[in-house]
């Protein structure tokens, strides 16, 4: 125990072992170059490291490979978090998390006269997107682990991942917006709409998480004008006449937004 706590003691060595656990059965040379001190220093810790049990190595050729071995943190675990106490523990840890956590979760709610069917249609047919979307062509096959792609006339202004495909209840998408330079330095964030029926009704829940704290506000703040569009369209079969759609409506194909 005392060489584990040793050896966990050191943030560099910590760094090791986390390096091991993203890619396990790395070189000396590839662990080397993913931090910032000498081949001799990382060595050294490799060596610690392997007197406690919680570095292995195996010959492959002449290569020494290093594999992260977790049975003394267990062992740890086991000795000082009981059974009794280990949902306690689990709990405050995810607690922790979420009040470290510095990402932004914006959420946003419409009730729309129309069924899922048709909803979901208006999400991913390609035509009746552009009449709400400011004018955006999407364009996917919204399958899982599918790609999209949102195009504004020739440029593409936006693009993801479908994470989640679930018709005509749920599609998680990553995010990653493109129109503007403020923007493509936000990187990737995680899109949710989620459609639940009530009545003749639908509620549409869309959840944008993931993002930066003090994330640049473009982002997420056309989600309300959005809604509004795809409300519009679907109960009225009218264009809302919003700043961004008068927008797209001008720099666009309006013969064709019309039809």
């Known amino acids: 125990m005392d ?10 060595r910590r760094s090791l072992l986390d390096e091991l656990f993203k ?26 490291l392997e007197e406690a ?10 290569e020494k ?9 267990r062992l740890v675990h086991d000795r000082w978090v009981s059974k009794y106490t280990e949902s306690w523990v689990a709990a405050l840890s995810d607690l922790k998390r ?5 990402t ?3 959420v946003f709610e419409i009730y729309i006269k129309t069924t899922p069917v048709l909803l979901w249609k208006a999400i991913t047919d390609t035509e009746m997107r552009r009449k709400w979307n400011f004018g955006a062509v999407v364009k996917s096959d919204w399958t899982p682990g599918s790609r999209y792609e949102g195009f504004g006339g020739e440029s593409l202004i936006f693009e ?18 493109l129109w503007g330079e403020d923007v493509k330095s936000e990187g990737t964030s995680r899109v949710t709409l989620e459609i639940e029926p009530i009545g003749d009704s639908c509620l549409l829940k869309v ?6 704290e003090g994330a640049n506000d473009q982002l997420f703040g056309g989600w309300p004008m959005v809604l509004s569009g795809i409300k519009t369209l679907l109960e009225t079969g009218e264009i809302l006449t919003t700043p961004g759609s008068l927008r797209w409506l001008q720099s666009s194909e309006p013969a064709a937004l019309k039809s």
């Not at 049990?53 to 002449?62: A, K």
């Open 3 to 12: 060489d584990v706590f040793k050896a966990l003691a050191d943030p560099t």
């Open 98 to 102: 979420t009040l470290e956590d510095k």
């Open 207 to 212: 959840t944008h998480d993931q993002l930066r």
């Open 23 to 48: 890619e396990d059965g790395q070189t000396l040379s590839a662990l080397e170059e993913r931090l910032p001190m000498t081949r001799f220093g990382v060595m050294k810790h490799l060596k610690l």
């Open 65 to 73: 490979l290093h594999f992260l071995n977790p049975v003394p943190i």
């Open 104 to 106: 932004m979760k914006k």
């Open 53 to 62: 049990g919680l570095v292995v190595t195996r010959r492959r050729g002449r």
């Open 160 to 177: 993801g991942e479908n994470l989640e495909v679930d018709p005509p209840r749920r599609l998680v998408q990553s995010f990653r917006a």
